[in-house]
């Protein structure tokens, strides 16, 4: 089945650093890839939709100065966390969409940040 | 290597009740998730459990077994908005999220 990974699996950071988070589809071309937030025991947020080689569609509420999501490439795509704060600490999911199938959406498995 | 297995699409009557299974094996346990996702929207939470047993929450309950690596979500009084993507995901011992593929479920009048 598709696979998709993210890197890191979780990173500390301190409090004005910038963190980057790789997402990448591992055996087949993602035409989309999709950017969640999850608090403990609560919905997945969608913060951005990226298609790639165009620039990222944020949701509402999201900065898109604070959260620079690049999708450079089928199987790449990078959300950055610039000057993170401790607000920030949370868990960074990704997914990404097969182009061949519209409805079929594959979850990496998420990155844990913590900003100290 | 880690799994977690649920069938690819079920249909029910609505009014009806169903139940998805969802097994797991996975490098340590930190508790089991289900989503609830419908087309074009982001999935949305519906349980979460950590020790043996049911769950009820509302029309949704959701049953775990340890040792069994096993899990359902039990949907009662279906209705038609349960139409959706039902996904079982698996924290494992580093705290990293294994997902199952999704479980389509269709509900007829």
């Known amino acids: 089945g598709a696979v998709v990974s993210q890197h890191p699996s979780r990173v500390i950071c301190k409090s004005g650093t910038s963190v980057k988070i790789e997402c990448r589809s591992l055996?087949?071309?993602?035409?989309?890839m999709f950017w969640y937030r999850q608090f403990p025991k609560q919905s997945l947020m969608l913060m951005a939709t990226?298609?790639?080689?165009?620039?990222?569609?944020?949701e509402q509420g999201v900065e898109k100065d604070k959260f620079l999501i690049n999708h450079a490439s089928l199987t790449l795509s990078t959300l950055t966390v610039t000057s993170a704060h401790p607000e920030d600490s949370s868990f960074y999911i990704c997914?990404?969409?097969?182009?061949?199938?519209?409805?079929?959406?594959?979850f990496g498995p998420g990155t844990r940040l913590t900003v100290t | 290597g880690q799994n977690i297995d649920q069938p690819t699409e079920m249909t029910a009557t609505e009014g009806a009740i169903v139940q998805i299974n969802c097994t797991y094996q996975t490098s340590g346990f930190n508790g089991l998730f289900w989503y609830q996702q419908h087309a074009g929207e982001a999935p949305t939470f519906l349980s979460y459990?950590?020790l043996d047993g049911l769950e009820e929450k509302g029309r949704f309950s959701s049953f775990l077994s340890r040792s069994k690596g096993y899990s359902y979500l039990l949907l009662k009084e279906l209705q038609m908005k349960d139409s959706a993507s039902y996904l079982c995901?698996?924290?494992?011992?580093?705290?990293?999220?294994?997902w199952g593929a999704g479980t389509k479920l269709i509900i007829k009048p």
């Open positions: 055996d087949f071309q993602a035409t989309t």
């Open positions: 995901a698996v924290m494992d011992s580093n705290y990293q999220l294994i």
């Open positions: 459990n950590v």
């Open positions: 990226s298609n790639e080689g165009s620039k990222a569609t944020y």
């Open positions: 997914s990404a969409r097969d182009g061949k199938e519209t409805d079929e959406q594959y």
